[in-house]
């Protein structure tokens, strides 16, 4: 009964009513373009890349790509290349002199940012357009095999793929917020129903695989790990600190007690999409390469998901972004120098310059085991598969699908939860506010 008349209160609120309803219509927009062939294209002879795309790396992209990719659609780059541009632009901030300034002008400097950002997806989309196409017919898929077709495809592709930052952007300011991240989502359930299905039938009809008994026992392990993920989100590290008091004619201020949250993994699912893009290069150099060469070797090696050396890459990658990412998010100066203009001090610790170095000791500690533990529920699907679970349920068991999946559905939940609290109705929980993630996607 709460939840029905937490539907109520929510349907109450026109302008949450409203952004819910735009955001359903901007995906469901989606999702329609997801099943739009590319023109030219024999939608009949898609059968071999649906094929190639039911596992492996690939597997995972078309799950970004909410299927586009093995329907050979007019959206089937997806949103990766916008993530990849990100990634570039992210690092030259760290880097780069004139893009640090940059980042310090305010709002001036992150639209031009922005725009960089822009125009270096335009370029990765020319040049992975061409790699998508060769791909395709190298996998039996009919197309025109002239010059022209290649061109018009390349900026129907790239232009897809823009149009899809696009909508996510309209979701940000129009819907229920972190737009490209909501997308990701989308794509990611969208693959859910058909996965189970056949992670279903293949535990009833193979009398050897451990039947019904054992697909029980994966989708407990599944509700134990997304419930580790949701502790891993919404984990903190309380630091208590003290205001000094102040007395003012006749009233006094301050000398209460309070404390800074710090999250255990304030980095979000950001270290972990970064790491996937970057994963994803091999794919690119592969279609380049000559086929013979690709079947074995350095480059092969960091082809197979369920491989040693890549889930190895995969994980010290997912490490470094963490602590990048947490580098770049939080600020230990600038949360020092806040307390000591609002008379606060951590006890124990002198104001300045030695509570930064005691913020940024903390957060070191607490980003390591965080770190560890995004890196080995990014590398369960491996395992997974160990155990004759097929590719596309182990997935699900880990990995980049279900931390965003995760924090996504939290942020989510967080922003209704939030309109709910200012119109005085009572949040989603008895038991206190969601806790969603930080370091969205939807960030840039």
């Known amino acids: 009964m709460r939840a029905i008349e937490t539907i109520k209160n929510i349907w109450k609120i026109e302008e949450l009513r409203n952004r819910i309803l735009t955001t359903i219509a901007l995906v469901a927009i989606y999702r329609f373009g997801t099943f739009v062939v590319l023109p030219g294209v024999d939608a009949a002879s898609l059968a071999a890349l649906k094929n190639q795309t039911s596992e492996g790396l690939l597997s995972l992209l078309n799950m970004f790509s909410g299927g586009a990719f093995s329907n050979a659609s007019i959206f089937g780059l997806g949103i990766m290349p916008y993530i990849s541009a990100s990634i570039v632009i992210q690092l030259l901030t760290m880097a780069v002199p ?79 917020g972190n737009g490209i991240s909501f997308i ?27 039947g019904l008994v054992m697909f029980l026992g994966e989708i407990l392990l599944l509700l134990f790990v997304i419930a580790g993920c949701i502790l891993l989100v919404q984990g903190t590290r309380r630091i208590p600190v003290q205001y000094a008091k102040r007395i003012v004619g006749n009233k006094q201020y ?74 770049v998010t939080i600020n230990p100066t600038q949360m020092a120098e806040d307390l000591k203009k609002n008379n606060g001090f951590i006890p124990g610790i002198k104001p300045g310059k030695r509570t930064a170095e005691y913020i940024d000791t903390i957060m070191s500690r607490i980003t390591l085991p965080g ?8 590398v369960m699907p491996a395992f997974a598969s160990l155990f004759g679970i097929t590719g596309g349920f182990a997935q699900f068991f880990g990995g980049t699908s ?27 929980l008895k038991s206190g506010r969601i806790k969603g993630r930080s370091g969205s996607v939807a960030a840039y």
Do not use: C
Not at 282 to 310: C, H, K, Q
């Open 98 to 176: 004139a893009f640090q300034k940059l980042q310090r002008e305010g709002e001036s400097g992150r639209r031009k940012i922005n725009q960089y950002t822009r125009y270096l997806t335009v370029l990765i989309l020319i040049v992975q357009g061409p790699v998508y196409l060769i791909n395709a017919r190298a996998q039996g898929v009919v197309m025109p095999d002239d010059i022209w077709f290649r061109i018009s495809s390349t900026i129907i592709l790239a232009a897809g793929s823009m149009f899809i930052m696009w909508l996510g952007e309209r979701i940000t300011d129009k819907g229920i």
């Open 184 to 210: 990701i989502m989308v794509g990611i359930i969208a693959r859910f129903p058909q996965s189970i299905v056949q992670e279903f039938v293949s535990r009833t009809t193979d009398a050897s695989s451990g």
């Open 254 to 327: 301050g000398g209460a007690r309070q404390y800074i949250p710090l999250k255990v993994n304030a980095a979000g699912v950001m270290p972990i999409i970064f790491a996937q893009a970057i994963m994803f290069i091999p794919i690119t150099l592969a279609s380049y390469a000559d086929p013979e060469n690709v079947g074995s070797g350095f480059l092969r090696s960091f082809m197979d998901m369920n491989g040693f050396w890549y889930n190895l890459v995969f994980a010290l990658l997912i490490i470094a972004f963490t602590y990048f990412y947490t580098a």
């Open 371 to 378: 770190s560890i533990f995004i890196a080995l529920v990014a």
């Open 402 to 428: 279900l931390l965003i999946l995760v924090g996504v559905v939290l942020d989510t939940l967080q922003q209704v939860e939030s309109h709910l609290l200012m119109r005085h109705y009572d949040g989603l």
